[in-house]
């Protein structure tokens, strides 16, 4: 049952039917609020002294707003400094100008398998599919990750990608796919399992994939953050390395790090720090007996620099990817991430996704939100997200050719232009207001709920009853002492 | 790819550029008294065990330790543990464990490339040194090396890692500035906090998963 409404919730048209689907699977939704309540009471044990908070997130706010303000400045610092390191660097204008300076650095190298640590960029330039097209598999080994690509499906979060599956599940996709695998919910089996398998994967792989956390330009050094351990397997044990990053990643100085580090783990996972931070500066070097010989690094724009353009949207280039936003969302928490039908799903994903595929194919996700301000309170690094909602959804109803959001005016109609137009001309004109709260106030209770057009805002809340009269009447009548 | 980098920077240089905000102060202290309880608990905590000894002392602990143990890879009797034979600890252990046949040791002076089987299937337990502690989160930094390499503290299913008391610092930020990070770092510089660990699965801990089921630190005073 609940994987049925899982895979028809994914190709339901737009968020509010996928999201209707959702809250029908009570499995799914139990799921969620387990997952969630967890890590929102996580995060708030490494957070007990609100001074501490504010003066840390307040300096990891300003790293990255110094880092987003020398941009240019320090890509290519970061370049300069990776290639006398020896890291060879690329630079991707589009996720398919992506997918193929990897595929060419594999297919250089005779690469057939790949093992992948955790990359969110990875997902966002759909690797895997490209390079399955070029006879190169691609093998996910976070365990989260490699539960997901068993079961051919994509992450429901951006932190933990298989909060849809029950141990069950877990249990059946590993009994069905791995040879000699008797079906246990024993999470500790299960894990051992997933170490054997993944280990003869590292040992026969011929390259590895990660994304970065921070990319540091005063050193040339990248910096990956992760549990597992799987991170540093895929970025040691291959005799290739291949790293791909979204081009805001990048900081100005090593000692940058620790703030946004702290951030980033106790936002993430309640966790004071991963089990391990793993700072990568250059290839094997002359005498060193492990590592890859070489090292790549992907720099990916992908509609960012278009994003940079725009002092405002600018700051959705701050993120630093934690998902505390969706762990305190109260639309995230009860539809899952499979609702938003996009790469990076929550309040990021809502500010994010339509910014870089454009509002006419994701201009619903800004719609996606109470405006609650949750997001904005939680955020480690003071994203204004409500604020960024409520812009594209202003950038979206209005056609203005001089607006860089792509896709601005998509969802622009003329009767709301109209609605709003009268509106204006009432407030502006005695006349029009005497006739117009005089029509009201005499039919406005009289028209049905399930009027077309007034039904939009009425299926979901009770029409607003009108006043007999309109107020100006009755203080015209009454008087008021100071009138 | 070079029109790539022309065009995206060009791009990025034509934005109106923001305000460059100053850096607000911030920072975190711990005492020096704290710091050794401080990293021991933290590191407890996150399911690693720490043990003191002696920079005389530690070899005999370390061998006790292992008996106990048993092997965990298969062999078919005593462990066989990874050491760095080029360094001073490396000797220690050696020249201490001449009378114990049980425990093998190997090292890993080859190229993965020739020592893989070895490496990935056959080791029960490595032994590292650090360059130090951070009591704030209890955190080993690591800078592996020619004579140990990065593998070591991450193949085995036991890594015991050797802690200097009095190279405990306060916060990763100020390991990084007694120690002087920004002004060279090592091919691969790492922080590790506890034994490989996931939650991915219905949020329970498991660990293990790809890395050391279990980290062993040896605190040596002095
Ligand atoms: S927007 Fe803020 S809260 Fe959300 S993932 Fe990014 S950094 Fe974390």
Redesign the interface.
Known sequence: MGSNLATSAATAPDFAARASIALADDGLRR?FR??MD?LMTKRAAQFPDPE?WT??R??GA??R??S?????QL??QLETRCRANGIQV????TSA?ADR?IQGILTDHGVRTLIKGKSMVSEEIHLNDFLAEHSISAVE????EF?IQLAHETPSHII???IH???ED?ATLFRDHIPNQAYTDD??A???T??RV??EQ??GADAGLSGVNFAIA??G?LCLVE????G??ST??P?LHVAVMG?EKVVE???D???L?SLLTRSA?GQ??????????????E?????PREVHLV?L?NGR??I??D?QL?ETLACIRCGACMNHCPVYTRVGGHAYDAVYPGPIGKILTPQIDGLATAGDLPHASSLCGACGEVCPVAIPIPNLLVRLRGEAAHQNSASTVMGAGARHSSVEDWVWRGWRLMHQVPLFYRVATRVLTRIGNAMPASLPMLNAWTSVRTKPRFARRPLNELVRSRGFDHE | MSNARTAILDRLRAARPAPLPVLPEWSVTIPPAERLNRFSERLEASHAEVVTSTSGHWPSLLAERLKARGNTQGSANGSSVHYPPGTHHGRCLADAWTDKPELRLVAYDQPVEVLKDTLVHRVDAAVTATRGGIAETGTLILWPSAEEPRLMSLLPPLHVALVEAKEIYGTLTEAMMVQNWSAGLPTNALLISGPSKTADIEQTLAYGVHGPKELLVIVLDP
């Not at chain 1, 987003?68 to 240019?72: D, I, S, W």
């Not at chain 1, 004071?272 to 070097?285: D, E, G, L, Q």
């Open positions: 799921k387990r997952a967890g501490a003066s840390l307040a300096r300003a790293i707003r110094r987003l303000a020398r941009l240019p890509l290519e690329h630079w991707a204008e100008d300076i080994s976070d365990l989260g539960v933990m990608p298989c599956k029950s141990k877990v999470v500790d299960l894990t051992a997933a170490r993944l280990r590292f040992a005063e050193t050094t549990n597992e351990g799987n540093r397997l040691t044990l005799p081009l100085r090593l000692e790090v620790p703030p580090l996972t004071a720090i991963t089990t391990y931070v793993n700072f990568i500066s250059s290839p094997r070097k005498g060193e007996q492990d590592g720099l724009d620099t278009r940079f353009g002092p600018q």
